[in-house]
């Protein structure tokens, strides 16, 4: 694979702080949504409690997910300090700019990935 240009990592930089920025966003405003749910029968009937358990484990599921591409965001934005961005943490060969043009905070080059399970 090339390296990335000066033009591509400075937009890849650009679209990791938007997605950090629009992840923590999503996780603070999710919040009251991954709430326990009342144990209040008299206002909200079984199956609605039910309906309203389902949607709060679905939140946190979601959550989650989202804090950990957070965490794969700053990582990502850490390796340009170090000046390891668009490196494979497996094989070390550039990753390539059109892997992470979908996925910037990708860790690993398509081939690594696909011998990593997923």
């Known amino acids: 694979m ?3 240009s000066e033009e591509q990592e400075e937009e890849l930089r650009g ?3 938007e ?3 629009e992840l923590e966003r999503g996780i603070h405003d ?3 949504a991954a709430a326990p749910v009342v144990l209040d029968q008299s206002s909200v009937g079984r199956l609605s409690r039910m309906d309203a358990m389902q949607q709060q ?3 946190k599921a ?3 997910k989202a804090r950990l591409r957070l ?3 700053k990582v990502a934005l850490s390796a340009f300090e170090r000046g390891e961005y668009g490196l494979c943490r497996k ?3 550039p990753i390539g700019y059109p892997r992470l043009s979908a996925k910037p905070e990708a860790p690993f080059c398509v081939e690594c990935q696909r011998g990593a399970g997923g």
Do not use: K, N, W
């Open 19 to 21: 997605l950090v920025a």
């Open 2 to 4: 090339e390296e990335l």
């Open 91 to 93: 094989c070390e060969e």
């Open 71 to 73: 965490g794969q965001c």
């Open 15 to 17: 679209r990791l702080g």
């Open 30 to 32: 999710s919040a009251g």
């Open 57 to 59: 484990a679905m939140a």
């Open 62 to 64: 979601t959550r989650e």
